[in-house]
């Protein structure tokens, strides 16, 4: 048996995943306003983040990198490409994705060693983050990284640095600057149009090169950056019966996308014929990006 040292919270008994009381620069999780090395980074990345991610822009991102035409490649191959990306809308990671792709899928085993369909969404939930190679476009870190939201309609005040929103476009428009905007109660999340970034089209890339994960785990690939729905409950006008059971795996996962991120980083040699080997259970050897 495994004992933390650490206060009650911070104890793991058995050798599961233990959640930690802070993250590698000894601040809590998630918090935007802590002064730290990263704060005025992070803030700049959401503003820019809330000016430009209108509609117009949405559709026409969707529409464009929904074709999928632009590169032919396995997800061992995009895994590795994602190795000299840091992500500069994250608080709590300056680690290269490559490291927090593994520490996701690996901590999930820790705790579900049967869900072998929840391992390998841990390791490819921010393949999207591709969009900012240059083989995508190069795409400027406000379309593709942060936390995601509905456009369409009015956003929440509990959108990370919602003061930013005021610049949007979309914000005085009336057509999208009511609760519903041009939804209707209870749509779906499916009829929705979220941010654009890594979530979205990572979703896409999954769906559209047929692959055989759960619809769970296709849920918390598209919806994992949304910290209005997951963490606030905002938004719950949006969903229907589907979402709401699809919510509770988002739940899960959650905890260890969020929570695993860390300095101690894996052995990638170690734990790369496992996941290989998953990745043959549910993808073809080449995907359309
Ligand atoms: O900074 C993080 C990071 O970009 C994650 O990949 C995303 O899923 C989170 O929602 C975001 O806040
Ligand atoms: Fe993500
Ligand atoms: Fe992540």
Redesign the pocket.
């Known amino acids: 048996m495994t004992m933390v040292v650490g206060d009650s919270k911070e104890m793991g008994l058995g050798g599961g995943f233990v959640v930690p009381n802070t993250n590698s620069f000894g601040q809590t999780f ?1 918090d935007y306003d802590a002064a730290s090395e990263r704060q005025k980074s ?1 803030e700049e990345f959401y503003r820019a983040n809330h000016i430009h991610q209108t509609y117009d822009f949405v559709k026409k991102m969707r529409e464009e990198y929904g074709k999928l035409d632009r590169v032919e490649m396995s997800i061992w191959e995009c895994i590795e490409l994602l190795n000299e990306f840091v ?1 500069e ?5 300056d680690e290269p994705q490559i490291e ?1 792709l593994l520490q996701t899928a690996e901590a999930i085993r820790k705790d579900y060693p049967d869900e072998d369909w929840l391992h390998l969404t841990g390791l490819i ?2 393949l999207g ?1 591709v969009l900012l190679h240059p083989s995508f476009g190069q795409l400027p870190q406000w379309a593709v ?4 939201f509905p456009v369409g309609c009015a956003f929440d005040e509990s959108n ?1 640095h919602f003061k930013h929103f005021k610049e949007n476009p979309d914000y005085d428009n009336p057509k999208y600057n009511t609760k519903l905007g041009v939804y209707s109660e209870g749509c779906g999340l499916e009829n929705v149009l979220m941010s654009f ?3 979205d089209y990572m979703y896409l890339v999954a769906k559209e090169n047929n692959t055989t994960l759960p619809s769970a785990a296709l849920f918390a690939i598209r919806y ?4 209005p729905l997951h963490k606030h409950g905002a938004y719950q006008y949006l969903l229907n019966k589907e979402d709401r059971e699809n919510l509770k795996w988002l739940h899960i996962f959650n905890k260890y ?1 969020l929570y695993s991120k860390s300095k101690v980083r894996i052995d990638v040699e170690e734990v790369k014929p496992y996941y290989l080997s998953l990745i043959e259970k549910y993808f073809p050897a080449k995907l359309k990006w």
């Open positions: 998630r992070v992500d809308s994250d608080p709590d990671l927090h939930h921010d983050k990284v942060g936390d995601t990370v970034g890594h979530d994992h950056s949304f910290y996308d």
